[in-house]
């Protein structure tokens, strides 16, 4: 699916931004923007993707997204039927990663929401949230200035100090994702990312960055230490993990859906990556989650 910017300039007035959403569906556009995004979701079910997290959402979930961090919630098709009466609710906050300044940040009283703000990167899902949490969020609307922002506050650190949070993107999206600054190399990257499940070459990579292969191959391995090939399974491999841990397919399954042609390899790499093999990493997983 297509990539979109949405721009929220309107952020230059104000510390952050309230919309209370009250929709037959939410927007069905895979986007991003540089503001973080707070949600939560009032009426609505479907399917909420964020990086390379796919998920069924459902009522009453809230969920912190970074900073360029791609999203979207995806109604089930019944929301889209001619003559449905059903609605998509949700309010959603928008801020700047800095919008208290870089200082305040800095503050031990804020070390927590510092914490919470960086690793919102990720994607956050705030699990058996409370509900006081959930009325705050709802009356913030209601206040101005001054007690609105110190409300906010007080929203984000309720979540920071929250103690079930279920990171939701992998770490090997997010570091495809990161720009970069070089146009060439960003392009590199998001074409890695849309196409990492399917069988991609070098070659195929270079040129997308208007080099040969062989002077792609030692920039690449430059500035990320590590060659294409390396690279490239790291981003298969997280999303692997993922897919195991949402236990939805079976670990031959995994590997095909990954991007890997064959179990063995899959396998190697997978043990290489993470220090055990996938039948390991999903034991212990289980063992966690009980």
Not at 69 to 83: A, S
Not at 126 to 139: A, C, E, G
């Amino acid at each position: 699916m297509k990539l979109h910017f949405i721009d929220r300039s309107n952020l230059d007035v104000n510390s952050f931004t309230i919309k209370h959403n009250v929709y037959p569906n939410f927007l069905k556009i895979w986007h991003y923007h540089p503001e973080l995004e707070l949600v939560l979701i009032l009426k609505s079910t479907g399917t909420r993707f964020i990086g390379d997290s796919i998920e069924k959402f459902k009522e009453g979930e809230v969920v912190l997204i970074g900073e360029n961090l791609p999203h979207m919630w995806l109604n089930e098709k019944k929301y889209f039927e001619e003559n449905s009466n059903l609605v998509s609710e949700a309010f959603a906050f928008h801020f700047k990663k800095d919008f208290l300044g870089n200082s305040l940040l800095e503050a031990p009283e804020f070390k927590d929401i510092k914490i919470l703000l960086e690793n919102s990167k990720f994607g956050l899902k705030f699990r058996k949230i409370n509900s006081d949490v959930k009325i705050k969020m709802q009356n913030l609307s209601t206040l101005d200035g001054f007690d609105r922002l110190i409300e906010f506050l007080k929203i984000l650190m309720d979540l920071a100090q929250h103690k079930d949070i279920k990171f939701l993107s992998s770490t090997g999206f997010i570091n495809t994702f990161k720009k970069t600054g070089n146009e060439n190399l960003d392009k590199t990257y998001a074409f890695i990312f849309k196409n990492f499940t399917n069988q991609i070459t070098l070659e195929d990579v270079a040129s997308i960055a208007n080099m040969n292969p062989s002077s792609f191959s030692r920039f690449f391995k430059r500035v990320n230490r590590k060659s294409f090939n390396e690279y490239l399974n790291e981003i298969r491999i997280g999303y692997a993990c993922k897919l195991l841990t949402e236990h939805r397919y079976n670990i031959t399954t995994i590997c095909y859906e990954s991007g890997f042609n064959n179990i063995s390899n899959f396998n190697r790499q997978f043990k290489k990556i993470t220090g055990k093999s996938p039948s390991k990493f999903l034991k212990n997983h289980l063992l966690v989650a009980n």
